[in-house]
């Protein structure tokens, strides 16, 4: 294997560099400048998952087109409202939906419980047996109702009460018993009220939750541009509390809140990385150099290689993206690499008594070949990810691999220039060799055994394609999500078709029924009520006695003592009611006085409740004309095109269950778009991205490699390494829960682009000495055990970041580094030791 043509090479540029220390210090000077000013006027961060893959791709293709005809949809936010009682939720729904109409931030909001059009057209969209149920429902609870009134006391409930569990005509035993059971709980609770929703309606109680949508105006000027609209709820939540005694939990999310809480947590989450980082960094630095100077030497070329590399960043893609971001941590380690392998044996040489000029031609000839190697070949693996589809590791791979070779340049250059290693050095101490050989083998042979035992659990590696998985758990945005993701009718994860006319429309619709895994089908004409001449008749027969209830005064002759006694009575001959039997015991317990403290409570939405009952009294024929604009501008846009929203059975929250919608939908609809095609398509399409990068990564080094060293031996000795190192960062992450996912995904190229500079080192190494467990007990050694441990400080620092993506990456690239090392240090000696031994015996074979 001959190559000194890179020796030579490195030894030129570091005697050009020594020779012209204040030209090479000035030049990277103004470069690093330039940089700087680069990256301030230019950088920014996109967040949107989906714009991480290629927009050629077929489910791109399209969501673009959809983007297209209903551009606000993607950009909505979602409002969760959470209350002790349906009432008070709709209530505090009701004040907060119309402060926000009127905010500049919001250009449009659709309140369903808040919207006029629901309000009094509600009844026309339930079911005709559910229809007839609440009606029979109220009509029993007619004389209740009339009896109450518009301003009704303690005194006329309790009257009512008893009258109608004497008569046991006024409500229907359920009702009754009900009440009974929402009283107990209202007078021994200080901030219960009673809700009156619930009572009313039949089959499940409703829930003390409403969803609701806006459309934003977003500032695409400010880094973070639903920061406003996120700001101005809050405000508003606030005020409706402060001004209205209501009480609620207001939750947000929606795609650009979500994004902008992302940005959040990965903007501190990598700077507090990248500081630790360097502080880690320099740590393990002074233990490799022992010396003040070196150290601040090594982090000076560190700093610069990553100011350089974000510069090139900005000028190459001006936009990065979740993924690429990281690139800034990363280089913190591959930046550290060619200064700890140049120094550690420049110092070495220094030690043993050689002049400085002498100590750097020596170390030129002595890695000189690995360390001009490394450069290309770490970059080709980092290069290998631009053919792939996945714009996030497109652009990581292609800043990473510019930022290596200008890593490399940096410190073959700058640090001859400006680092001078005095006479002074002592000779770092060595691990006995003796010891060394006791170690290496048996550890090499329990890791190769547990590398191949790992690929056995490589079909059980799976990879998590929700980009949810990517986020903080505790982020509120992420926290409301899972609140709406609970909600089967809310789900976010639904598909979405275009028609250009009516007919197409409802034709479509109707095969899209079809699936098994649809559980309905809306568009514009979905907000026109089916068999609205049956109920209609319905509502106008019941509403005869509803309506004179509603309208009537209420009971202004009760007293409260007399009303008491009476239903304490009639609760007392109550049979069977347990409910009946607890209020009593409650209101035996109470004084006057504090039944009469608790009276506000128990009416508080009463007037709300009856005024809601006269507007659904009033539903008329509804006709397509009558749908709101705000509904009718999310579902057909001016130009006649529809949307067609396809829902799935249960919500589609499992992975399997959101495969089986999208391949059913996309059989009957292939331009179906939506989150959940999103999902499942990014998630194919980044798992053939991990499998092409690295792939192409392991050919081009492979063809690099042999190209320089024309020997297969050396080949053999870097890739079965790394194919272990590979297959046991997979089934460690399988064994202990960490998927791949659209952050980590590069974790298997990325440990090839890394791990490659360990092996060329030792493998160039044992060539040239005959003896590769010598070249782990020398300063090739030591040298690759320091570069490999300030790669997993740097990525390990990205564990400590609140987004799960980032976090996930730190961990998955801590363990492959681990793993490398391993190999490396420990499976590649006692393999290079069986090649020579093989090749030799050859060799003497053909001699003879």
């Given at each position: 294997?001959k190559?000194?043509?890179?020796?030579?090479g490195?030894w030129?540029?570091?005697?050009?560099?020594?020779?012209r220390p204040?030209?090479?210090?000035?030049?990277?000077?103004l470069?690093?400048?330039f940089?700087?000013?680069?990256?301030?006027?230019?950088?920014s961060i996109n967040t949107?998952?989906s714009?991480?893959i290629s927009p050629?791709?077929?489910?791109?293709?399209?969501?673009t087109?959809?983007?297209?005809?209903?551009?606000?949809?993607g950009?909505?936010?979602?409002?969760?409202v959470q209350?002790?009682?349906?009432?008070?939720?709709s209530a505090?729904t009701?004040?907060?939906?119309?402060?926000?109409?009127?905010?500049?931030?919001?250009?449009?909001?659709?309140?369903?419980?808040?919207?006029?059009?629901?309000?009094e057209?509600g009844?026309?969209?339930?079911s005709?047996?559910e229809?007839?149920d609440?009606?029979?429902?109220?009509?029993n609870a007619?004389?209740?109702?009339?009896r109450?009134g518009?301003d009704p006391?303690?005194?006329?409930?309790f009257?009512?009460?008893a009258?109608?569990?004497?008569?046991?005509d006024s409500?229907?035993?359920?009702t009754l018993?009900?009440?009974?059971?929402?009283?107990?709980?209202?007078?021994?609770?200080?901030?219960?009220?009673?809700?009156?929703?619930?009572?009313?309606s039949?089959?499940?109680?409703?829930e003390a939750?409403?969803l609701?949508?806006?459309?934003?105006?977003?500032?695409?000027?400010k880094l973070?541009?639903?920061?406003?609209?996120?700001e101005?709820?809050l405000?508003e939540?606030?005020?409706v509390?402060?001004?209205?005694g209501?009480?609620?939990?207001?939750?947000?999310?929606?795609?650009?809140?979500?994004?902008?809480?992302?940005l959040?947590?990965?903007?501190?989450g990598?700077g507090?990385?990248?500081?630790?980082?360097a502080?880690?960094?320099?740590?393990?630095?002074?233990?490799?150099?022992?010396?003040?100077?070196?150290?601040?030497?090594?982090?000076v070329t560190?700093?610069?290689s990553v100011?350089?590399?974000?510069?090139?960043?900005?000028?190459?893609?001006?936009?990065?993206n979740?993924?690429?971001?990281a690139?800034?941590?990363?280089?913190v380690?591959?930046?550290?690499?060619?200064?700890?392998h140049?120094l550690?044996h420049?110092?070495?040489?220094?030690?043993k008594g050689?002049?400085?000029?002498?100590a750097?031609?020596?170390t030129?000839?002595?890695?000189?070949t690995a360390l001009m190697?490394?450069?290309?070949?770490?970059?080709?693996a980092?290069f290998?990810?631009a053919?792939?589809?996945f714009?996030?590791?497109?652009?990581l791979?292609?800043?990473?691999g510019?930022?290596?070779m200008?890593?490399f340049?940096v410190?073959v250059t700058?640090?001859?220039?400006v680092?001078?290693?005095?006479?002074?050095?002592?000779?770092?101490?060595?691990?006995?060799?003796?010891?060394?050989r006791?170690?290496?083998?048996?550890?090499?042979?329990?890791?190769?055994?547990l590398g191949?035992?790992?690929?056995?659990?490589?079909p059980?590696?799976?990879?998590?394609?929700?980009?949810?998985?990517?986020?903080?758990?505790?982020?509120?945005?992420?926290?409301?999500?899972?609140?709406?993701?609970?909600?089967e009718?809310a789900?976010?994860?639904?598909l979405?078709?275009?028609a250009?006319?009516?007919d197409?429309?409802l034709a479509?619709?109707e095969?899209?029924?079809?699936?098994?895994?649809?559980?309905?089908?809306?568009?514009?004409f979905?907000?026109?009520?089916?068999?609205?001449?049956?109920?209609?008749?319905?509502?106008?027969?019941?509403?005869?006695g509803?309506g004179?209830?509603?309208i009537?005064?209420?009971?202004?002759?009760?007293?409260?003592e007399?009303?008491?006694?009476?239903?304490?009575v009639?609760?007392?001959?109550e049979?069977?009611s347990?409910?009946a039997?607890?209020?009593?015991?409650?209101?035996?317990g109470?004084?006057p006085?504090?039944?009469?403290a608790?009276e506000?409570?128990?009416?508080?939405f009463w007037?709300r409740?009856?005024e809601a009952?006269?507007?659904q009294?009033?539903?008329?024929?509804?006709s397509?004309?009558?749908?709101?604009?705000v509904i009718r501008d999310?579902?057909?846009?001016e130009d006649g095109t529809?949307?067609?929203?396809?829902?799935?059975?249960?919500?589609?929250v499992?992975?399997?269950?959101?495969?089986t919608?999208?391949?059913?939908?996309?059989?009957?609809?292939p331009?179906?778009?939506?989150?959940?095609?999103?999902?499942?398509?990014?998630?194919?399409v980044?798992?053939?991205?991990?499998?092409?990068?690295?792939?192409?990564?392991?050919?081009?080094?492979?063809l690099?490699?042999l190209?320089?060293?024309?020997?297969?031996?050396?080949?053999?000795?870097?890739?079965?390494?790394?194919?272990?190192?590979?297959?046991?960062?997979?089934?460690?992450?399988?064994?202990?829960?960490?998927?791949?996912?659209?952050?980590?995904v590069?974790?298997?190229?990325?440990?090839?682009?890394?791990?490659?500079?360990s092996?060329?080192?030792?493998?160039?190494?044992?060539e040239?000495t005959?003896?590769?467990?010598e070249?782990v007990?020398?300063?090739?050694?030591?040298a690759?055990l320091?570069?490999?441990?300030?790669t997993?400080?740097s990525?390990?620092s990205l564990i400590?970041?609140?987004?799960r993506?980032?976090?996930?990456m730190?961990?998955?690239?801590t363990?492959?580094?681990?793993?490398?090392?391993?190999?490396?240090l420990?499976?590649?000696?006692?393999?290079?030791?069986?090649?020579?031994?093989?090749?030799?015996?050859?060799?003497?074979?053909?001699t003879a």
């Amino acid at each position: 294997m001959k190559t000194v043509f890179l020796d030579a090479g490195l030894w030129r540029l570091m005697s050009f560099s020594r020779a012209r220390p204040f030209l090479v210090a000035g030049f990277w000077a103004l470069m690093t400048a330039f940089a700087i000013w680069r990256v301030v006027t230019g950088i920014s961060i996109n967040t949107d998952s989906s714009d991480m893959i290629s927009p050629k791709a077929p489910f791109r293709v399209a969501a673009t087109e959809f983007k297209a005809a209903f551009p606000d949809l993607g950009d909505q936010v979602v409002v969760v409202v959470q209350s002790g009682t349906p009432d008070e939720a709709s209530a505090f729904t009701d004040e907060l939906a119309q402060r926000l109409i009127a905010r500049d931030e919001v250009s449009a909001l659709l309140a369903p419980p808040s919207e006029p059009f629901f309000k009094e057209n509600g009844l026309l969209f339930l079911s005709v047996e559910e229809l007839e149920d609440l009606l029979l429902r109220l009509t029993n609870a007619a004389p209740l109702i009339e009896r109450l009134g518009p301003d009704p006391t303690l005194a006329t409930l309790f009257d009512a009460l008893a009258e109608a569990a004497e008569q046991g005509d006024s409500a229907d035993p359920e009702t009754l018993d009900a009440l009974y059971a929402q009283l107990t709980e209202v007078l021994t609770t200080e901030d219960k009220s009673l809700s009156w929703e619930t009572l009313l309606s039949p089959g499940e109680p409703p829930e003390a939750q409403v969803l609701f949508s806006l459309d934003p105006v977003l500032d695409y000027t400010k880094l973070k541009p639903a920061k406003a609209v996120k700001e101005a709820i809050l405000q508003e939540a606030d005020a409706v509390r402060s001004e209205t005694g209501l009480e609620a939990r207001v939750l947000i999310t929606g795609d650009p809140v979500l994004r902008t809480e992302e940005l959040e947590a990965v903007s501190s989450g990598t700077g507090l990385a990248l500081g630790l980082s360097a502080i880690f960094v320099a740590i393990l630095l002074s233990f490799a150099f022992r010396s003040a100077r070196l150290v601040a030497a090594t982090l000076v070329t560190i700093a610069v290689s990553v100011i350089l590399t974000a510069g090139i960043a900005v000028a190459l893609f001006g936009q990065l993206n979740l993924i690429s971001v990281a690139f800034a941590v990363l280089m913190v380690g591959l930046g550290a690499d060619f200064s700890i392998h140049l120094l550690i044996h420049i110092r070495d040489e220094r030690a043993k008594g050689v002049s400085e000029r002498a100590a750097g031609y020596r170390t030129s000839r002595m890695i000189g070949t690995a360390l001009m190697l490394t450069a290309p070949t770490t970059a080709l693996a980092f290069f290998s990810f631009a053919p792939t589809e996945f714009i996030g590791m497109n652009q990581l791979g292609v800043i990473a691999g510019f930022g290596v070779m200008t890593a490399f340049l940096v410190a073959v250059t700058l640090l001859p220039a400006v680092v001078k290693i005095g006479d002074g050095a002592k000779p770092m101490a060595e691990l006995p060799e003796d010891r060394l050989r006791k170690i290496v083998p048996p550890a090499g042979l329990i890791v190769g055994g547990l590398g191949v035992a790992s690929l056995f659990l490589l079909p059980w590696a799976r990879f998590d394609a929700d980009p949810m998985a990517l986020r903080a758990k505790t982020a509120p945005s992420v926290i409301a999500f899972d609140v709406v993701v609970e909600d089967e009718k809310a789900t976010p994860y639904r598909l979405n078709v275009l028609a250009e006319s009516e007919d197409e429309l409802l034709a479509r619709a109707e095969r899209l029924k079809a699936p098994a895994s649809v559980d309905s089908v809306r568009h514009l004409f979905s907000f026109v009520p089916e068999e609205q001449d049956l109920k209609l008749s319905l509502i106008d027969a019941a509403s005869v006695g509803l309506g004179f209830a509603l309208i009537a005064g209420g009971d202004v002759d009760a007293e409260f003592e007399p009303a008491f006694a009476r239903l304490m009575v009639s609760l007392r001959d109550e049979q069977g009611s347990r409910n009946a039997e607890k209020l009593r015991t409650v209101l035996e317990g109470m004084s006057p006085a504090a039944l009469r403290a608790a009276e506000p409570r128990v009416f508080e939405f009463w007037p709300r409740q009856r005024e809601a009952l006269q507007q659904q009294l009033r539903a008329n024929y509804v006709s397509v004309d009558d749908v709101p604009q705000v509904i009718r501008d999310r579902y057909v846009t001016e130009d006649g095109t529809y949307r067609l929203e396809i829902m799935p059975v249960g919500g589609a929250v499992e992975l399997d269950q959101r495969r089986t919608f999208v391949e059913e939908v996309l059989e009957v609809a292939p331009d179906a778009a939506g989150s959940a095609r999103t999902a499942l398509s990014a998630g194919d399409v980044i798992g053939r991205a991990m499998v092409q990068a690295s792939l192409t990564a392991a050919v081009l080094v492979s063809l690099l490699v042999l190209a320089v060293t024309r020997s297969f031996v050396v080949l053999l000795l870097l890739l079965i390494p790394l194919v272990l190192a590979g297959s046991l960062t997979t089934a460690t992450g399988t064994l202990f829960g960490l998927p791949y996912n659209f952050a980590n995904v590069l974790v298997l190229p990325l440990i090839i682009g890394i791990g490659i500079d360990s092996g060329i080192h030792l493998a160039f190494r044992a060539e040239k000495t005959g003896d590769a467990l010598e070249a782990v007990r020398g300063s090739t050694g030591r040298a690759v055990l320091f570069s490999a441990l300030t790669t997993i400080a740097s990525f390990g620092s990205l564990i400590i970041s609140d987004h799960r993506g980032t976090a996930s990456m730190g961990a998955l690239l801590t363990i492959g580094m681990l793993w490398v090392l391993a190999t490396m240090l420990f499976a590649l000696p006692p393999l290079a030791q069986f090649l020579y031994g093989r090749r030799n015996k050859i060799s003497v074979g053909k001699t003879a």
